[in-house]
């Protein structure tokens, strides 16, 4: 296992369109978190699972975003009717225990376009 | 709401020389702090953490200071490499906030061979 993954990297898409992004967390970690990361800022809370529950999400979640992990492994983040606004970089990170000393693991993201 | 921030948006320091970047926060609430380093294309990676109950924490070639009664945070770098040229961002956990952590702005360093 070499890390947390995300796919696509890069996804370019027009205003209007629906996307969706997946994530897989290190194997043996059953905490899973999407951020999203716009040009110069840090990293924000969007959303927190624990095993296949979604125990925590942040009010930057509109009603257009959706996260699902439905066998607690691997999770997917859907947009709907994009807006240029979500033109972002997001970020699947992993941890094995809640605040673990070593931080969350974060994979390389999928940075989001919408023209 | 209350958040944490970075003082310098750009860094630059010679080769082998010590780099000492900053940060603050407003939440007397935070417990947990961790400094990461993201490059260009990459997701943030993790160079250092410190708990509320400490003031001081060494890595190799890192430092974390917290000074608690002005909500600052400190990383310092000793002896700056090439590859350290990244942008550096603060996170702190508040006590009793779940699972969240909540960045800083970021500062970019700079090395100058």
């Known amino acids: 296992d070499t890390g947390v993954s995300q796919d696509p990297r890069h996804k370019i898409t027009k205003r209007g369109q629906n996307v969706t992004f997946r994530c897989d967390p290190i194997s043996e970690h059953n905490r899973l978190y999407w951020y999203r990361q716009t040009l110069g800022q840090g990293p924000e809370f969007l959303t927190y699972?624990?095993?296949?529950?979604?125990?925590?999400k942040s009010r930057l979640l509109s009603d257009r975003f959706s996260a699902e992990r439905p066998k607690g492994s691997f999770s997917t983040l859907e947009i709907q009717r994009t807006e240029q606004g979500d033109s972002a970089m997001y970020l699947c990170?992993?941890?094995?225990?809640?605040?673990?000393?070593?931080?969350?693991?974060f994979g390389s993201g999928t940075r989001l376009t919408v023209v | 709401g209350e958040s944490v921030g970075l003082h310098l948006p750009t860094l630059s320091v010679q080769e082998g020389d010590n780099s000492i970047i900053n940060c603050a926060y407003s939440?007397?609430?935070?417990?947990?702090f961790i400094w990461y380093k993201q490059e260009s294309g990459k997701g943030p990676q993790f160079i250092i953490d410190i708990r509320s109950n400490m003031d001081k924490r060494q890595g190799q070639r890192v430092t974390v200071l917290l000074n608690k009664t002005v909500k600052h945070l400190s990383l310092q770098i000793a002896a700056t490499q090439p590859g350290d040229s990244a942008v550096y961002f603060c996170?702190?956990?508040?006590?009793?906030?779940?699972?969240?952590?909540?960045f800083g702005g970021g500062t970019r360093l700079m090395v100058k061979p």
């Open positions: 990170a992993s941890s094995l225990v809640e605040i673990p000393s070593y931080g969350y693991t």
């Open positions: 939440n007397s609430a935070s417990d947990y």
């Open positions: 996170a702190e956990n508040i006590n009793n906030a779940g699972n969240m952590l909540t």
């Open positions: 699972f624990q095993n296949e529950a979604q125990l925590e």
